[in-house]
């Protein structure tokens, strides 16, 4: 017998392929309803018995199995517990993620109050380097809080002399206005380099949010994508999946290019379902187990994945949505002084 034809020990049966074939028309009707979402939507989880195209793991619950559950990873930098860049590149490397975001302040953590984006900027072009030095195929997003627009300009203008110490020096210091730069390009005046931290990675990761209500969301979102520009990655941290927000997405995709929520995993976990309105959701009981009950929660998981893709499809009858929701949903309203700028949206810093 030649090499060639010796069976493989692996190889599936004609049974086992007929097994497996059984799912491949709902399998494929599920990719369909993704890639028909103009939106990459992530999903925190920490759950392998349902497999989703784009998950998210902090980098103390990386778990290989979740990875194996799916195509791309962002590794987040923790919610309740900041790691330090070591930990979050070794988390990126173990679970060969897409995406990472460096360490960072969240309103759970000490130290969100103090925080400013000068100060920001700085840690955050250390965190850079340590990311451009080391051997790592990971892109990284840069983190940014309100007020968005000054986090923003700081990391486009970041200015190395403040590094250096020389923050004081007029060499270090850089165009501020149209003037100035006619001045410095004429080599009347001399200004010092500055770097664009964003352009220099992926993109922005936009938190802050749970902070902020639906309306200003919105706002605060297009006036980042305003504020990067078009080819930036705009990723949206765990914004709210009310009808208002992903009907704005739905008519203006092109905002954000991702972003991340929970609810598909925490929903099941706390015994609730969502529906179309996703707010209020809706009490389910899984039934209690001897035997593992995930994978039963995993397919409450992929149902409401696959619910947020198809929101945003072009699948959906819009008019038809309209009038549902106009009957079995309370509309939020904005406020009436609602700020559409973001410099409007400050936690104290001015």
């Not at 969240?106 to 072009?125: F, K, M, N, R, V």
């Not at 990391?155 to 110490?165: E, S, Y």
């Not at 020389?166 to 206005?177: C, I, L, N, Q, V």
């Given at each position: 017998?030649?090499?060639?034809d010796?069976?493989?020990?692996?190889?599936?049966?004609?049974?086992?392929?007929?097994?497996?074939?059984?799912?491949?028309?709902?399998?494929?009707?599920?990719e369909?309803?993704?890639?028909?979402?103009?939106?990459?939507?992530?999903?925190?989880?920490?759950?392998?018995?349902?497999?989703?195209?784009?998950?998210?793991?902090?980098?103390?619950?990386?778990?290989?199995?979740?990875?194996?559950?799916?195509?791309?990873?962002?590794?987040?930098?923790?919610k309740?517990?900041?790691?330090?860049?070591?930990?979050?590149?070794?988390?990126?490397?173990?679970?060969?993620?897409?995406?990472?975001?460096?360490?960072?302040?969240?309103?759970?953590?000490?130290?969100?109050?103090?925080?400013?984006?000068?100060?920001h900027?700085e840690?955050?072009?250390?965190?850079y380097?340590?990311?451009?030095?080391?051997?790592?195929d990971?892109?990284?997003l840069?983190p940014?809080?309100?007020?968005?627009?000054?986090?923003?300009?700081?990391?486009?203008?970041?200015?190395?002399?403040?590094?250096?110490?020389?923050?004081?020096?007029?060499?270090?210091?850089?165009?501020?206005?149209?003037?100035?730069?006619?001045?410095?390009?004429?080599?009347?005046e001399?200004?010092?380099?500055?770097?664009?931290?964003?352009?220099?990675?992926?993109?922005?990761?936009?938190?802050?949010?749970?902070?902020?209500?639906?309306?200003?969301?919105?706002?605060?979102?297009?006036?980042?994508?305003?504020?990067?520009?078009?080819?930036?990655?705009?990723?949206?941290?765990?914004?709210?999946?009310?009808?208002?927000?992903?009907?704005?997405?739905?008519?203006?995709?092109g905002?954000?290019?991702?972003?991340?929520?929970?609810?598909?995993?925490?929903?099941?976990?706390?015994?609730?379902?969502?529906?179309?309105?996703?707010?209020p959701?809706?009490?389910?009981?899984?039934?209690?187990a001897?035997?593992?009950?995930?994978?039963?929660?995993?397919?409450?998981?992929?149902?409401i994945?696959?619910?947020?893709?198809?929101?945003?499809s072009?699948w959906?009858?819009e008019?038809?949505?309209?009038?549902?929701?106009?009957?079995?949903?309370e509309?939020?309203?904005?406020?009436?002084?609602?700020q559409?700028d973001?410099?409007?949206?400050?936690?104290?810093?001015?």
């Amino acid at each position: 017998m030649a090499v060639d034809d010796v069976p493989d020990a692996n190889a599936a049966t004609p049974d086992e392929r007929l097994e497996r074939a059984i799912y491949d028309q709902e399998l494929d009707a599920r990719e369909d309803i993704i890639e028909a979402c103009p939106i990459d939507i992530y999903v925190s989880s920490i759950n392998p018995y349902w497999g989703y195209p784009h998950k998210l793991m902090s980098y103390y619950e990386t778990r290989p199995g979740v990875r194996d559950s799916t195509r791309q990873v962002i590794i987040d930098s923790g919610k309740r517990k900041i790691g330090n860049m070591s930990e979050i590149k070794q988390a990126a490397r173990d679970m060969h993620a897409h995406q990472m975001i460096p360490p960072d302040p969240t309103p759970y953590t000490d130290g969100y109050d103090e925080l400013t984006p000068e100060s920001h900027a700085e840690e955050l072009a250390e965190h850079y380097w340590d990311w451009y030095t080391d051997d790592i195929d990971t892109r990284l997003l840069m983190p940014i809080h309100p007020p968005f627009t000054h986090f923003v300009d700081e990391l486009r203008h970041w200015d190395p002399g403040r590094i250096l110490g020389f923050e004081d020096d007029p060499y270090f210091d850089y165009p501020k206005t149209a003037a100035e730069e006619e001045r410095y390009l004429a080599g009347v005046e001399h200004f010092s380099l500055t770097y664009d931290l964003i352009d220099a990675v992926d993109g922005v990761a936009v938190g802050g949010l749970l902070s902020l209500g639906v309306h200003e969301q919105i706002a605060a979102l297009k006036a980042v994508r305003n504020a990067v520009g078009p080819d930036s990655h705009v990723h949206a941290l765990s914004p709210t999946p009310r009808p208002e927000m992903l009907l704005f997405l739905r008519k203006n995709p092109g905002v954000i290019d991702s972003f991340d929520l929970s609810t598909p995993e925490t929903a099941p976990g706390g015994n609730k379902l969502p529906d179309v309105r996703f707010y209020p959701q809706i009490e389910y009981l899984f039934p209690p187990a001897h035997a593992n009950i995930t994978p039963i929660r995993g397919v409450a998981s992929t149902m409401i994945a696959l619910l947020l893709n198809f929101w945003l499809s072009p699948w959906v009858k819009e008019e038809a949505l309209m009038e549902m929701l106009d009957e079995h949903y309370e509309w939020v309203e904005p406020e009436p002084d609602g700020q559409t700028d973001l410099d409007g949206f400050d936690n104290g810093d001015d």
